[in-house]
C-alpha cells in the first residue's frame, strides 16, 4: 500500500484484493466504521497494521497468538479467539498448545488478513515455538484501580525498575493502550514459567510491603482500590499479554506503544497523563521516527536470580 492509502485506510474501496508481499488477499468492509466515536474504519485498521508490521511481527514470530475479533466495533459484541480459523489461508501456521492450534502470525500479510476478520487486538503468548514451556521474558502488567491512573502506574514501573536494577536486570516499558503499562524484563535463556512467575510473584509481593500505599499484588478488586495492582499472574503459560503495537478495542484507538524510560519519568514530572496515549496514526509517527523501541528485548538475554533462595 502507498502512504495515502496507508493514511485513509482504501476509504471508498469497501471490497478490493490487494498483494502484500506477493500474497493475494480480498478485503471486505473497509468502509466499516469500528471505532464510532473517532469514525475509524476498518480500512484505517487494516492499513495500519499493514505499515506496522516491519516492528511488530518481529514480536508475534513464532508465538502463538489469541484474536479478540469485534466484527461490529468496538461497541458491539467482541470475544476472543484461540483457534486459528478454518478458512485460514495455507500460509498461515498454526502451533498446537493445550489442544488448540492458534494462529502463527509471521509475515505482513498474516497481518493483514486478521485485520480483515476486524481482529483489532493480538496477545500472543510469552514463549515461542518450539518451547512453549520457555518464556522469553518476566511480564510485569501495572493495572490501575480507580481513582488510580497511568501517572500511579508510571511510578509503579519506576519502582520496579530500581528493584530489578538492584538484581542487575533491565526492563522496558510500553503502554497497555488501555488504562495501564506493561514491563518486559527480557530473558531468552531457558528458562520455565514456573520460575518466572515466582519470580514475578516475589517482586510483586516485595513491592507491596514497601510501597502498600501504592502497591497491591492481589486480585482482588477489594485490595486495589486507589492503587497499582502489579499483576504477576500473565507469567503463566496460559496467559497471553497484549502485543507491542496492537491496536485495542477501546473507544479511542489507542495502541500499546513502545515507551523510553525518559518519556515515563517526563510524563510523572509533568503530570501528563495524556502523553502516555498513542493513538495508530501517532504511533506510525513514533516507529517512522525512533524504529522499535523494544526491539532489544527479543534479544536481550539475562538471567533471572531467585527472590526466595533457593
Request: glycine letters at 6%; a neutral charge; one cysteine or more.
Amino acid at each position: 500500500m502507498s502512504p495515502a492509502q496507508r493514511r485513509s485506510g482504501g476509504r471508498g474501496q469497501p471490497n478490493k484484493t490487494v498483494d502484500v508481499c506477493g500474497r493475494r488477499l480480498s478485503l471486505s468492509n473497509l468502509e466499516k466504521v469500528l471505532w464510532p466515536e473517532t469514525g475509524t474504519t476498518k480500512g484505517d485498521m487494516v492499513a495500519y497494521y499493514s505499515a506496522v508490521a516491519p516492528v511488530m511481527l518481529p514480536h508475534l514470530s513464532g508465538r502463538p497468538v489469541t484474536l479478540k475479533r469485534c466484527p461490529d466495533g468496538v461497541d458491539g459484541e467482541s470475544f476472543f479467539e484461540k483457534n486459528c480459523p478454518s478458512h485460514r489461508p495455507p500460509w498461515v501456521a498454526t502451533a498446537t498448545m493445550r489442544g488448540v492450534g492458534y494462529c502463527l502470525l509471521e509475515e505482513p500479510a498474516a497481518l493483514v488478513w486478521t485485520a480483515n476478520l476486524a481482529a483489532v487486538e493480538l496477545h500472543p503468548t510469552l514463549a515461542r515455538t518450539p518451547h512453549l514451556d520457555q518464556p522469553s521474558f518476566v511480564v510485569f502488567d501495572l493495572d490501575p484501580g480507580e481513582p488510580a491512573g497511568i501517572l500511579e502506574c508510571a511510578r509503579v514501573a519506576l519502582l520496579v525498575r530500581e528493584l530489578l536494577g538492584q538484581l542487575e536486570l533491565e526492563c522496558w516499558p510500553k503502554t497497555s493502550g488501555s488504562k495501564g503499562l506493561q514491563l518486559y524484563a527480557p530473558l531468552n535463556s531457558g528458562v520455565t514459567y514456573a520460575k518466572t512467575e515466582r519470580f514475578a510473584k516475589a517482586v510483586a509481593q516485595l513491592l507491596e510491603r514497601r510501597h502498600s500505599d501504592l502497591v497491591v499484588s492481589r486480585q482482588q478488586r477489594s485490595a486495589r482500590k486507589g492503587k497499582v495492582l502489579i499483576d504477576w499472574s500473565q507469567n503463566t503459560a496460559s496467559k497471553t499479554t497484549v502485543c507491542a503495537y496492537s491496536m485495542r478495542a477501546r473507544p479511542i484507538p489507542t495502541v500499546s506503544a513502545p515507551l523510553t524510560w525518559d518519556e515515563v519519568e517526563r510524563a510523572l514530572a509533568d503530570e501528563d497523563k495524556q502523553s502516555l496515549a498513542f493513538r495508530w496514526e501517532e504511533v506510525l509517527d513514533r516507529v517512522e521516527r525512533s524504529g522499535d523501541l523494544m526491539a532489544e528485548v527479543l534479544e536481550r538475554r539475562q538471567e533471572l536470580p531467585d527472590l526466595l533462595g533457593g
